[in-house]
């Protein structure tokens, strides 16, 4: 069996949308990635912190459509791992502002996440890590990741705008 050398990483998510200025509103001023490039009406490429592209989008053959109906199959959701708790209140506050619902938010021990949709409907998780020494592990060393409550109150309250 091979495996993946150390190092390797998620470079980047592609996805298809209805509305290219839409979904750039949403990627650049709500969660705040950079338009490193847009290719026309059909595309465009963002990022953090000056790479390449962490986001592609286009409408090359999804201008105008639905998103697919539940229970299909297609993308869960793409996560984005943001620095420290402070970044992800400030996205949070973004969201919260843009009027945008979430999914849901949770504690999985490794990390603290908030769930919302983008305007394509594709699932998005913003999170933070915790350092991996303080992952809870079973007794034989494997994770064991939880779904516990977080409480964004507190978090907003203890990262003020």
């Given amino acids: 069996m091979s495996h993946a050398p150390n190092g390797t ?15 750039i509103a949403f990627y650049r001023d709500v969660l705040g990635f950079s338009v490193m490039q847009r290719m026309g009406t059909g595309a465009a490429f963002l990022s953090a912190g000056g ?36 970044a992800l209140a400030a996205v949070l506050r973004r969201v919260m502002d843009a009027g945008i619902p979430l999914d849901g938010a949770a504690d999985h021990g490794v990390s603290e996440a908030v769930y919302l949709r983008d305007p394509d409907q594709n699932g998005v998780e913003l999170y933070v890590d915790r350092p991996c020494v303080d992952w809870p592990l079973n007794a034989d060393g494997t994770l064991a990741m939880v779904n516990a409550r977080f409480d964004l109150d507190a978090l907003l309250a203890a990262h003020p705008a």
């Fill in 51 to 86: 790479y390449h592209h962490h986001i592609g989008l286009n409408t090359w053959q999804s201008a105008g459509a639905t998103p697919p109906p539940p229970g299909h199959t297609g993308l869960y959701h793409t996560a984005f791992l943001y620095p420290d708790r402070a």
């Fill in 9 to 23: 990483t998620v470079g980047h998510v592609h996805l298809r949308v209805a509305d290219l200025d839409r979904a």
